[in-house]
């Protein structure tokens, strides 16, 4: 993927020098005026990149912010074909979900990457409110418009599980995750991952699909919120050291856009394989909670289409959605 910002192109040219550069040939090099490289350094500064301007030496790059910034991420995902073909980026915001979906009706392109430091009304399935205190988590949604089936398209929620978990365990190779139906991440049996599936379709036509997902990264305790069972934790408590964000939000970006192609290109199956690969839920005993019902049983696996399947004493129940609570596990 080739981006052409030219925020971004000036960026990595100060980054990647060792010495001041000119202003003159930056101009010359970007294709933009003297004017257009101050106003791009302005913004840099005001997204909180420290770079420094001297009368007859140039311009220097000296550090970046501790944010999850698109032009942070943006080197190490140009092998990727779809997924951060354009970023929104906010310091603050409502919540990237809803963001993603204003976009989306917009028309802005598949792939499109919504990232947010700190959500004041992120949410996660049911309407439960996801925590997102500022600077330590990833916060992000993404625009996609499959050319699926609108029933295959419950798999979406699966490629996003599988990409998060394998991001990270490349990034913390000391953790396991644990794959929980139908959107939880788990790590020793603690939430770290929540995933929001939302769909905007006609028929069987789909329009766009946001994919949303809250990973708890560098977040301690006292900032996370009490749960009963499969207490939240994060990376950083279970790891016991802090992790790298932006190297993770992009592993999971990249991640996305290779298990998004597989799926685009008949690969339910390979998927599915992968899924219960990474999830520990095949085999053990469950309690699954529906509005008006309650089923007992062992999970047999899932099927090609997203559905958990659960045998009680009776039958094996196919089923779309519920919460699920492991058998045996007590509420903490």
């Not at 060792?18 to 500064?45: C, F, M």
């Not at 988590?137 to 699926?148: K, N, T």
């Not at 279970?238 to 992790?243: P, T």
Request: with cysteine.
């Amino acid at each position: 993927m080739i981006f052409t910002d030219k925020r971004y192109i000036l960026l990595k040219a100060l980054k990647e020098s060792n010495s001041w550069l000119s202003g003159t040939e930056l101009s010359k090099s970007i294709g933009i005026t003297r004017a257009g490289i101050s106003k791009h350094v302005q913004a840099l500064r005001k997204m909180g990149y420290e770079i420094e301007t001297q009368t007859n030496k140039g311009i220097r790059y000296i550090a970046s912010p501790n944010k999850v910034l698109p032009d942070e991420i943006r080197p190490l995902i140009e092998e990727n074909s779809i997924v951060g073909s354009k970023f929104f980026f906010a310091d603050e915001i409502d919540s990237t979900n809803k963001k993603a979906s204003a976009l989306a009706e917009d028309g802005t392109p598949d792939g499109t990457v919504v990232l947010a430091e700190k959500q004041t009304a992120g949410k996660g399935r049911l309407g439960r409110k996801w925590e997102s205190p500022e600077n330590t988590g990833i916060y992000c949604s993404v625009v996609l418009r499959p050319q699926l089936a609108l029933p295959e398209t419950a798999l979406i929620t699966f490629i996003v599980a599988i990409a998060i978990s394998e991001a990270i365990r490349e990034c913390c190779p000391t953790l396991q995750t644990q794959i929980k139906w139908p959107n939880d991440i788990l790590v020793n049996d603690k939430k770290i991952v929540g995933v929001l599936t939302e769909a905007s379709a006609e028929m069987q036509h789909v329009n766009h699909v946001i994919v949303g997902f809250g990973i708890n990264v560098n977040t301690y305790a006292e900032h996370l919120p009490p749960r009963f069972i499969f207490p939240a934790s994060s990376l950083a408590v279970e790891s016991k050291h802090d992790v790298d964000r932006v190297t993770l939000a992009a592993l999971c970006l990249k991640q996305l856009d290779f298990w998004y192609n597989c799926l685009n290109n008949g690969g339910a199956d390979k998927i599915v394989e992968r899924w219960k690969k990474l999830s520990t839920m095949i085999g053990r005993a469950v309690v699954v909670e529906q509005i008006n019902s309650k089923i007992e049983g062992t999970i047999e696996g899932v099927s090609k289409d997203g559905a958990l399947l659960v045998k009680d004493k009776n039958k094996t129940h196919v089923m779309y959605s519920g919460d699920v609570k492991y058998a045996g596990v007590a509420s903490r």
